[in-house]
């Protein structure tokens, strides 16, 4: 394996660096990202002391705004030409002013009237994440089309990603908490530990934009519209079946993923009764995904992408029936903790298949057509990682309002413990069952295959 690329060929292999360097790039987004994920709703309700419901439904319509700015930002990239590329130069522009304005969310005015707090959530909310990181996120994904040509590093670019975006999850869920009891357990020391993952972020973001360089350019062909509009491009693809089945999976996956990473804190804390193994279950899960990762290069190769999903899917089921079943006969730590192990391989199984398959959706969109839209197709994987994550802060926020949970108790009742097992187990077997369905008779790469022997005859 070669340490540096040293070519500008669009099919050249990538050295080492460069891969290390777009895993980075999705280590920067991921580590703000996933303490939103895992613990704004708890800083919120928890340290601020907002009502849960009020903030899920302020979440929920923010997230219904952030899913026309992502379709926008993949436009604006698709349109845009600078000395450093057409994606790889939003890293630059947006990593500084995401990393500041980041800290604005763990940084609610204490000695402010509730309605003003509210008001303060809603704006810091929009600007942090429907506009800053969905600048930053939708041109980092369509490196995937911009970097090379290369298939094979197409795969790895969705594993590295994947992988690096793990471990900033990981160290997330690991250090927060003693993070914030070290600066003092208040408010403040909520702000100064994000402020500290934002620096990180940050770092990642500057060494992924010095060390990747786009390759691809524009190269239109006979039956081809590099210049279509916006409208035209969302025409073309929502004609692809396959496209739009993969949208709706990939909101499910993250309104699944999210609820339960949202509700394991409150999990440990009000139905195992020790906030204490957050930590290990998280991180084991975690661990587990990052293994799945290397598996699953194997099973594409072997039984092809979407077939890992479904199968992973499935096993996914499986574990959650198992561990509702563990929580309410016995409530057997060990065994849950066993069923994580399992847990986090099938997670990372459904996961890591997502870029590539929508990335196979959106070029057989493009042969159908002719119309390219890179940018906005692949913009729909931020639309559906912000919806589902968006929809899964709002369910969680009501769930836990209907069941009554105040941070100030001291014990929980049935209707508390209720509301929070079936957030963290209930919500992702739902998303799951409707995944499998989703997936059924998905004959993407069959067609796909079909369509590239096509474009070979016609060149003929």
Same mark, same amino acid.
């Given at each position: 394996?070669?340490?540096?690329?040293?070519?500008?060929?669009?099919?050249?292999?990538?050295?080492?660096?460069?891969?290390?360097? %777009?895993?980075?790039?999705?280590?920067?987004?991921?580590?703000?990202?996933?303490?939103?994920?895992?613990?704004?709703?708890?800083?919120?309700?928890?340290?601020?002391?907002?009502?849960?419901?009020?903030?899920?439904?302020?979440?929920?319509?923010?997230?219904?705004?952030?899913?026309?700015?992502?379709?926008?930002?993949?436009?604006?990239?698709? &349109?845009?030409?600078?000395?450093?590329?057409?994606? &790889?130069?939003?890293? /630059?522009?947006?990593?500084?002013?995401?990393?500041?304005?980041?800290?604005? /969310?763990?940084?609610?005015?204490?000695?402010?009237?509730?309605?003003?707090?509210?008001?303060?959530?809603?704006?810091?909310?929009?600007?942090?994440?429907?506009?800053?990181?969905?600048? /930053?996120?939708?041109?980092?994904?369509? =490196? #995937?089309?911009?970097?090379?040509?290369?298939?094979?590093?197409?795969?790895?670019?969705?594993?590295?990603?994947?992988?690096?975006?793990?471990?900033?999850?990981?160290?997330?869920?690991?250090?927060?908490?003693? =993070?914030?009891?070290?600066?003092? +357990?208040?408010?403040?020391?909520?702000?100064?530990?994000?402020?500290?993952?934002?620096?990180?972020? /940050?770092?990642?973001?500057?060494?992924?934009?010095?060390?990747?360089?786009?390759?691809?350019?524009?190269?239109?062909?006979?039956?081809?519209?590099?210049?279509?509009?916006?409208?035209?491009?969302? &025409?073309?693809?929502?004609?692809? !079946?396959?496209?739009?089945?993969?949208?709706?999976?990939?909101? =499910?996956?993250?309104?699944?993923?999210?609820?339960?990473?949202?509700?394991?804190?409150?999990?440990?804390?009000?139905?195992?009764?020790?906030?204490?193994?957050?930590?290990?279950?998280?991180?084991?899960?975690?661990?587990?995904?990052?293994?799945?990762?290397?598996?699953?290069?194997?099973?594409?190769?072997?039984?092809?992408?979407?077939?890992?999903?479904?199968?992973?899917?499935?096993?996914?089921? %499986?574990?959650? %029936?198992?561990?509702?079943?563990?929580?309410?006969?016995?409530?057997?730590?060990?065994?849950?903790?066993?069923?994580?192990?399992?847990?986090?391989?099938?997670?990372?199984?459904?996961?890591?298949?997502?870029? +590539?398959?929508?990335?196979?959706?959106?070029?057989?969109?493009?042969?159908?057509?002719?119309?390219?839209?890179?940018?906005?197709?692949?913009?729909?994987?931020?639309?559906?990682?912000?919806?589902?994550?968006?929809?899964? #802060?709002?369910?969680?926020?009501?769930?836990?309002?209907?069941?009554?949970?105040?941070?100030?108790?001291?014990?929980?009742?049935?209707?508390?413990?209720?509301?929070?097992?079936? !957030?963290?187990?209930?919500?992702?077997?739902?998303?799951?069952? %409707?995944?499998?369905?989703?997936?059924?008779?998905?004959?993407?790469?069959?067609?796909?295959?079909?369509?590239?022997?096509?474009?070979?005859?016609? &060149?003929?």
């Amino acid at each position: 394996m070669k340490l540096f690329t040293n070519s500008d060929n669009p099919k050249t292999s990538l050295g080492f660096v460069e891969r290390c360097a %777009i895993g980075f790039g999705n280590f920067g987004n991921s580590f703000i990202f996933a303490a939103i994920s895992a613990f704004l709703i708890f800083y919120y309700t928890d340290v601020v002391g907002l009502n849960p419901a009020i903030i899920g439904t302020l979440l929920l319509v923010s997230r219904l705004f952030d899913g026309v700015t992502d379709v926008a930002m993949g436009h604006i990239v698709d &349109r845009t030409h600078s000395k450093y590329g057409k994606a &790889r130069c939003y890293i /630059l522009w947006m990593s500084i002013p995401f990393a500041i304005c980041s800290c604005f /969310l763990f940084a609610v005015p204490t000695n402010i009237s509730v309605t003003l707090q509210y008001i303060y959530v809603f704006i810091s909310y929009n600007l942090v994440c429907s506009l800053l990181y969905t600048a /930053l996120s939708v041109p980092f994904q369509t =490196l #995937s089309c911009l970097v090379t040509e290369n298939q094979y590093e197409r795969g790895l670019f969705g594993v590295f990603t994947m992988l690096f975006a793990t471990v900033g999850v990981m160290i997330v869920n690991s250090f927060t908490l003693g =993070l914030v009891d070290y600066f003092g +357990g208040t408010a403040r020391a909520w702000t100064i530990t994000i402020a500290i993952f934002a620096v990180i972020g /940050l770092a990642a973001h500057m060494f992924c934009f010095f060390n990747v360089k786009e390759r691809v350019g524009d190269l239109p062909t006979e039956d081809s519209n590099p210049d279509a509009g916006l409208i035209d491009s969302v &025409r073309a693809l929502f004609y692809n !079946s396959y496209w739009i089945r993969m949208v709706f999976v990939t909101v =499910l996956i993250f309104l699944s993923y999210m609820t339960y990473m949202a509700a394991l804190i409150y999990y440990c804390n009000v139905s195992l009764g020790n906030i204490g193994l957050y930590a290990i279950i998280a991180n084991i899960c975690n661990v587990c995904e990052i293994t799945s990762y290397v598996l699953a290069s194997a099973a594409f190769k072997k039984f092809g992408k979407v077939k890992t999903m479904t199968t992973s899917n499935i096993i996914f089921i %499986i574990v959650i %029936i198992c561990e509702f079943i563990a929580v309410s006969m016995i409530g057997n730590v060990p065994l849950i903790i066993g069923l994580t192990i399992l847990k986090g391989f099938s997670i990372g199984m459904t996961m890591v298949p997502m870029n +590539g398959i929508m990335a196979d959706c959106v070029t057989l969109c493009e042969m159908k057509t002719g119309v390219n839209a890179k940018g906005v197709g692949i913009s729909a994987m931020s639309v559906g990682q912000k919806c589902g994550t968006g929809l899964s #802060s709002a369910l969680f926020g009501f769930i836990l309002a209907w069941g009554g949970y105040s941070e100030a108790a001291t014990s929980f009742s049935d209707r508390v413990i209720f509301s929070v097992n079936f !957030s963290y187990l209930l919500v992702p077997l739902i998303c799951a069952v %409707i995944i499998a369905l989703l997936l059924f008779r998905y004959n993407l790469e069959k067609d796909y295959s079909n369509a590239i022997q096509e474009q070979e005859v016609k &060149r003929k």
